[in-house]
């Protein structure tokens, strides 16, 4: 257990409107990501944090913006939610050379 | 664009078999990781190889890292029921580790 926990872990939501998925973690660790899980593309980068009110963005970015104004606390999202974005969200953090990974947020856009 | 590609896509074996899954990847690399994933759950990390080493062993694994050929294995023996999941690799870019980009994974099946 990497003291990773992500909420809501299931959601549905409507077309057009925002959407935040939380990841907590306990490890004190610099670096957070938010990946995201489709079928035929694997895992995603959309972005990630290396401190405090530092975040970059990955590759699949549009449509998404975060927040980390905690160590422990990273945010995604969505503000105005497509169904594009319908998905498994897995927030994840990096200790030493190793990534570690939440149980993932079931997202349905309707 | 993805930066590992897993070899095959499925896979279905016998229990007690051996499993081999392969991965290639386009640019250089600090280190190569495989990850495994239950259905529904998130990733597991299993083991890391890195970019001086050639072969590395945990357990029932076994990686492989061929970085003239930008390719690396993983074989899993005496495969157990429990060992069904998906796999897969990522790598860092050459600069770091602070962003893995994962494959789209090899989904194994072991039959009892």
């Known amino acids: 257990d990497a003291g990773i926990t992500q909420s809501p872990r299931h959601k549905v939501t409507e077309t057009g409107t925002p959407v935040t998925l939380r990841c907590h973690q306990t490890e004190n660790h610099r670096y957070m990501y938010w990946y995201r899980q489709d079928p035929g593309h694997g895992l995603r980068l959309i972005h990630y944090s290396y401190g405090v009110k530092d975040t970059d963005k990955g590759e699949v970015s549009d449509g998404y913006s975060v927040s980390r104004s905690k160590t422990e606390d990273f945010l995604l999202t969505l503000e105005s939610a497509t169904s594009s974005q319908t998905s498994v969200y897995f927030c994840a953090i990096m200790g030493w050379d190793t990534i570690y990974f939440g149980e993932g947020s079931w997202l349905t856009v309707v | ?112």
């Open chain 2, 1 to 112: 664009s993805q930066q590992g590609e897993e070899d095959p896509q499925a896979l279905s074996i016998q229990e007690g078999e051996n499993a081999t899954m392969n991965c290639s990847y386009k640019t250089s690399i600090n280190n190569l990781q495989w990850y495994r994933q239950n259905s529904g759950r998130g990733l597991v990390h299993l083991i890391l190889i890195r970019s001086n080493e050639r072969e590395k062993h945990s357990g029932r694994l076994r990686v492989t890292l061929d970085t003239s050929k930008k390719s690396s294995s993983l074989l899993i023996t005496a495969s157990r029921a429990a060992d069904t999941a998906s796999y897969f690799c990522a790598t860092d870019l050459n600069f770091g580790n602070e962003k893995l980009t994962f494959g789209t994974g090899t989904r194994l099946t072991i039959i009892p």
